[in-house]
Nanobody
Framework: QGQLVESGGGLVQPGGSLRLSCAAS????????MSWHRQAPGKQRVLIAG???????NYADSVEGRFTISRDNAKNTMYLQMDSLKPEDTAVYYC?????????????????WGQGTQVTVSS
């Protein structure tokens, strides 16, 4: 079974940094687009950063310039470097992987979610 496991969350002061990791099972990583999502208390889960299987990245306006997404295909691991953290960054952070396959007129999707890791930014 495919699995995604997040780690690296914790408590940090405003202005501090954290690095999140998402370790994927070997059957998941190759050919998958990867992304980080977060859900703050009382809010909906939102996309904050993504990286395609080819290395293209994109960011939500709320984290642009402060967060950096990357992947190491040899280690089957995705990372989120978070700098200049703010209290509004407090949320549960989730790893997501998705792959789509086209065969003729048919389209198939395979996707996985991690269980999340808590990030709390507070003084």
């Amino acid at each position: 079974q495919g699995q995604l496991v997040e780690s690296g969350g914790g408590l940090v002061q405003p202005g501090g940094s954290l690095r999140l990791s998402c370790a994927a099972s070997r059957d998941i990583f190759s050919g998958f687009d990867m992304s980080w999502h977060r859900q703050a208390p009382g809010k909906q889960r939102v996309l904050i950063a993504g990286i395609t299987s080819g290395g293209y990245t994109n960011y939500a306006d709320s984290v642009e310039g402060r967060f950096t997404i990357s992947r190491d295909n040899a280690k089957n691991t995705m990372y989120l470097q978070m700098d200049s953290l703010k209290p509004e960054d407090t949320a549960v952070y989730y790893c997501y992987a998705v792959r789509t396959t086209n065969k003729g007129w048919q389209r198939y999707k395979t996707d996985y979610w991690g269980q999340g890791t808590q990030v709390t930014v507070s003084s």
